[in-house]
């Protein structure tokens, strides 16, 4: 058996390996770790996953975490989306944080408070709820997104 972590990425998430760490990268529909397997899971794509499946993929991140693990969800801040909405600023990165990309639509838009009653209904305990701007390079582009950014434990 082996002593590294292991860590499990959803979604488009950049992430440098340290060396005790094992990191896997799979997408929200082939999530499927062994029961009390995964150390850490980061998720990027919530917002891919139908409502009629949410609960079931957070049930399986939930089953997949080893008693002391933990996972990180960030998601695209609806709030922030909306008001520019309101304020006739529907850009770009507007237009992903509410639909995603052609590649990857977006099934759901979530508030923190939204994103927090989910994660707790599904087991879990949030540690952490924050708001973030994340950036992302297109090219010579570069947008700026804010998300929501909750970690959360077993309970």
Known sequence: MSDKKKIVLIGDVHYEQEEDEIVVRVDADSFNEPEKSVD????????????????????????????????TFQVPSAEFAAKLVLTNQFNSPVMFMLY???????????????LRAIIESAGFQTM????????????????????????ARLK
């Not at 998720?43 to 002391?68: H, Q, W, Y």
């Not at 995603?100 to 939204?114: E, I, N, Q, V």
Request: charged share 25%; glycine share 6%.
């Open 40 to 71: 850490f899971v980061i998720c990027t794509s919530l917002p891919e996953v139908s409502r009629s499946k949410i609960m079931d993929f957070l049930g399986r991140i939930n089953k997949a975490l080893k008693a002391d693990g933990m996972a």
């Open 100 to 114: 995603g990309s052609s590649k990857r639509p977006f099934r759901a838009c979530y508030t923190m408070a939204a």
């Open 128 to 151: 952490s709820a924050i708001d973030n701007v994340i950036r992302l390079s297109a090219g010579e582009d570069t947008i700026e997104i804010p998300v929501h950014t909750l970690t």
